[in-house]
């Protein structure tokens, strides 16, 4: 046999699910079954060996199968088996031979003869009859071993260790740092020594709310002696509305926020905003996060009684479900379908659980005890939910209806107007009917088409009022709607074969994945999508991953790196838990609070663990090189919307306006114009949270200083150094114009001195006051620039201004502006 059969479309093979394995099997072909195995032996064995028993038999075995005996039919390859007894349509080998799926065709140089492919559909609708059938043993391929699994840290459920015995006992300030300490301690290390007033309230104003602290708020803290200064800042910056603002941020990294749908239709998302101020005023108020999760998935089956208020939040809420990208331009309307519900499913594992569920969409998980019909059991879910208003080129996503009280009243008022003109069009029309009655005599039946005997003046009479009719419609008053997901007609969900729906295996309920859950569930039913069920048990204390994973989102946001360092996956590619049991003792104990993320930033940053400063130690670095057991506090530099947020609050150009849209097209039309350029700009002095984030094509300044993607969950950014962020610091007009106002600050205070002047510079831009060396150097180069500008500029007053620019865009250059010790 020539070799036909490359190793993917081998691999492909193989994936089928076999419902006559071993014992179990029902469909398992008898041995006795003389005339099938009499057309076994004369049409399907024949057929095997000339186009397969090469790559697939007793010498070679690509993928793993081999098709010369019954047990290698039956177990299959790498992924499965072949053949399911008495089910040709869900047997992937009739598939493959029929050549259904472009990316599923063998033999690859041609495909088999209609006569061919029939006999292998008739054989397999038999009970695919073979002569070893029961004198071989059959044991499923990588079947998934649960209770193996279930041993795995990440699935067993978070239990509180005790508080551990420490050496230092009058170093902990919270619960935390016992757990840091005894872990120190055991490697030899202690840490570091506390952080001074002015490093820790830039780090936690920074932390908090995203802002440098003002020089106001700097001296407060230092003059305030009390032992509770520290725990008031933290109270202060908690109480902000900026608060919201920063940490809102963060959960739209996860959420994978964005304006616009990206992808091949990048057409606006015009109503995203009101998701995002949604995650924004839920962590302004504190809300629970199992409440806020709960209302992200499952929000419009919540029981909203008459409050229309809570019903719309919770419809707005749901938006978490709808904001991924979608190919809108998808042809094959199942297949986009099927994609949607594949993005919410890795988005929802790895946002909420940590997993990347969406690696068993096309076979088993190749790490972690997620098995294909784990994946397709939360499909169904999601087939379940109205997440499009339709499939057809270009799709609509679908949006829910918030109408404010005016739009409610303006729509009822629009649908009685239409009901009268409809009545008065019937009205004409059963009254021209009664006179062609009439004429026509009794008994006589009206034709078909009546209306084509009316009199002209009556059919013009209708035409008028039908063109009423449909300008009317099309002056439908505007009500506002919010990006979301509701319910549909419930359905399970087939096992797509490689991923593909052109190739379907076994019908899968609706259910948790089983490392997780109970192995027998209760059915989900029969009337809701399952959602509200989902979020529930993703929100019960017995969860192993939902708790564990915030809390680690949580520390990682104020560190830096997290207990888990690798947030957005907690299986076993990701890394194991730096301190395991305080990772636990932290999931348990949020739950016991209330699942409040606040209460979670009050234990953390009162914690001495927090407060250490961020000096080097060589020995310490010697044993820890990568800080992972926390010895000093990480040197962390500020992210893109920090960065550009802390420029114009020191030059005090940042407008505090919450909330809205700045995009500057209408929902669902395109970012790009006819020539293809996208007219967004980026010159609002808002803060970046309210900036267009538009896929596909960012604003240069958020890539620049490593944004997150906005199109995957990404709890993780990265942080990298590269020269055209220096030349944007030096060169870009934005930092001029923020420079150049700062200058103008700085001169505005007219009873100061040039040495009070650049004390105030460094309080504004670091936080502290100049060291002697750093005030000499400041003023020594006001002079020589201002020389040196002699030349160029003749006005004493431009020339002076531009000196202090040009000191200000020094300090906000300098990598101290730009990171957080």
Known sequence: MKR????????????????????????????????????????????????????????????????????????????????????????????????????????PDGKLSDQEIAAIVRWIAMGAPHPNAGAQSIAP??????????????????????????????????????????????????PSMPADRRTLIRRATFDLIGLPPTGDEIEAFLADESPEAYAKVIDRLLASPRYGERWGRHWLDVARYADSNGLDENIAHGNAWRYRDYVVAAFNSDKPYDQFLTEQLAGDLLDNSDDMSTKYERLIATGFLSLGPKVLAEVDETKMEMDIIDEQIDTIGRSLMGLTLGCARCHDHKFDPIGTSDYYALAGIFKSTRTMEHYTKIAR???????????????????????????????????????????????????????????????????????????????????????????????????????????QGELTPRRFPLVMADDIQQPFPNDRSGRLRLANWLTSNDHPLTSRVMVNRVWRWHFGEGLVRTPDNFGRLGEEPVNGPLLDWLAVWFQEEGWSIKSSHRLIMLSATYQMQSGFDAPSAAVDPENRLQWRANIRRLEAEAIRDSLLAVSQRLDGEMGGSLVHVKNREFFFNHTSQDTTT??????????????????????????????????????????????????????????????????????????????????????????????????SFLRRAEAA??????????????????????IVSSNEFVYVR
């Open 141 to 190: 391929r990588s079947a998934i071993d649960l209770e193996e699994g279930r041993k795995f840290w990440a699935f067993q459920t978070p239990r509180a260790a005790a508080i551990p015995k420490v050496q230092n006992g009058s170093w902990p300030k919270a619960p935390i740092d016992y757990f840091v300490l005894a872990n120190l301690e055991s490697h030899g290390l202690a």
């Open 397 to 503: 996503w679908w949006e829910n209806p918030i109408p404010t009280e005016d739009e409610s009243i303006a729509q009822h008022a629009h649908e009685r107007q239409l009901a009268q003109l409809q009545s008065q069009i019937d009205k004409v029309v059963a009254r021209a009917n009664d006179e062609l009655a009439k004429k026509l005599g009794a008994g006589a039946a009206l034709p078909k088409e009546p209306e084509s005997q009316y009199p002209a003046e009556t059919k013009a009479e209708l035409k008028k009022l039908r063109q009423e009719l449909t300008e009317l419609e099309e002056a439908a008053p505007e009500i506002s709607t919010a990006m979301g997901v509701g319910e549909r007609e419930t359905a399970d969900v087939r096992v797509h074969l490689r991923g593909s729906h052109l190739t």
């Open 789 to 810: 500008l002699g030349r160029e500029i003749e006005d004493v007053t431009e020339r002076r201004h531009e000196a202090w620019r040009m000191l200000c865009q020094a």
């Open 682 to 779: 980026y010159d609002s002095r808002r803060r970046s949270l309210y900036l267009p984030v538009v896929r596909n094509h960012l604003y240069d300044v958020f890539q620049l200083f490593d944004y997150s993607d906005a199109g995957v969950a990404n709890g993780n950014r990265t942080t990298s150094t590269v020269a055209p962020q220096a030349l944007f610091m030096m060169n870009s007009d934005f930092v001029i114009e923020v420079t150049s106002t700062l200058a103008e600050r700085l001169l505005d205070r007219r009873t100061e001195s040039d040495t009070e002047r650049v004390e105030v510079l460094y309080e504004i831009g670091y936080g502290r006051l100049p060291t002697p060396a750093e005030q000499t150097r400041a003023e």
């Open 4 to 107: 036909r059969v490359t190793s993917l479309l081998a691999g492909l093979l193989a994936m089928c699910t076999v419902s006559a394995i071993a014992d179990e099997a029902p469909n398992q072909p008898s041995a006795s079954n003389a005339a099938g195995i009499r057309f076994f032996e004369t049409q399907i064995r024949p057929l095997l060996a000339e186009h397969c028993y090469k790559c697939h038999g007793a010498e070679e075995q690509e993928s793993g199968l081999r098709l010369d005996t019954f047990a290698g039919l039956m177990s299959g390859g790498d992924s499965g088996p072949a053949i399911v007894g008495n089910e040709p349509a869900q047997s992937l080998i009739v598939a493959a031979t029929s050549y259904k799926n472009e990316e599923l065709q063998m033999p």
